[in-house]
């Protein structure tokens, strides 16, 4: 049985880990909250205590952690994971990154005979868990055809980006900057149809039957009227992190993004007074301006 390993095992890691297990694999991994050992071990895991412990008999690892300086401390630490994987294995990225940190990564990798995979996802939560998630991978093709059967255990739409560390963080950030307008937006329309008094089952309905109606809309929708502003496993954090990434990309390139500069400021507002709070809870913070809040059967 192949084994693969899967450093950090929140939301996201948990469902990578979830669907090799599901697809035969033998999975170990490693996280450093005991909540998430004790889910792993759950379902059929074998919890590691290093990310060197993770890599020593595996294939391929994941790494699904947060910032950029964590996924080189999970690969270039005294226990990281070039400590003990073997030539010819493969590191899969799949952590979302600054472009220039995962350049950084693969030119720090190289003569190590460890290949790495950037492969930033797509789908959140539910494509997390469901295996439906959306790969933006960029590596040499010869790389993606050796380890896909990995990508494809956890994934619904495989699309090659680019043959280099970076390409696929780019591809992200891009996505990511159109998402958080997208998100930002539906906030504001919430707000201003809760002020206006429209119940929010008729936004729903006329929305997600329009040509605004998207998953992106959809979903926050959704979340917004029925008051879900936690645990729905898209922490606002993520999304903040996601979009400074997309910004700081704009300046390098000197490329202005109005729209997503607008959401940044939307994020950061909704970050620094809800701090544990998911995405949507953006709108409570227009709500709370207003006065008035949009739930399924209408405002109050």
Sequence with gaps: MNTVGVVGLGDMGSGLA???IKNNFFVTGADLLPDRQRAFLEMGGQLCNSPS???RD???????????EEVKNVIFGDDGLLRSMSKGSAIILSATIKPQEAREIGALMAGSGVDLIDTPVSGGFPGAQSGSLTLMAAAPDPTIDTFLPYLRAVS???HRVGDKPGDGQTVKACLQS?????FSATFEAAALAAKAGVSGQVLLDVFSTSSAGCGVVNNALEKIIDRKFEGTGS?????????TIAMALGEELGVPLHTASSAMQIFHAGRTKYPNGDNWV???VIEDTIGAELHRKGPK
């Excluded at 922490?235 to 979009?243: A, C, E, G, Q, W």
């Design 18 to 20: 979830k669907n090799l």
């Design 53 to 55: 412990e993770v890599g």
């Design 58 to 68: 595996a294939s391929a690892v994941f790494i699904m952690v947060m910032t950029g």
């Design 156 to 158: 619904a739409n495989i």
């Design 178 to 182: 159109l998402i958080g307008a997208q």
């Design 235 to 243: 922490h606002i954090n993520t999304m903040h992190k996601d979009l």
């Design 282 to 284: 953006c709108t409570r």
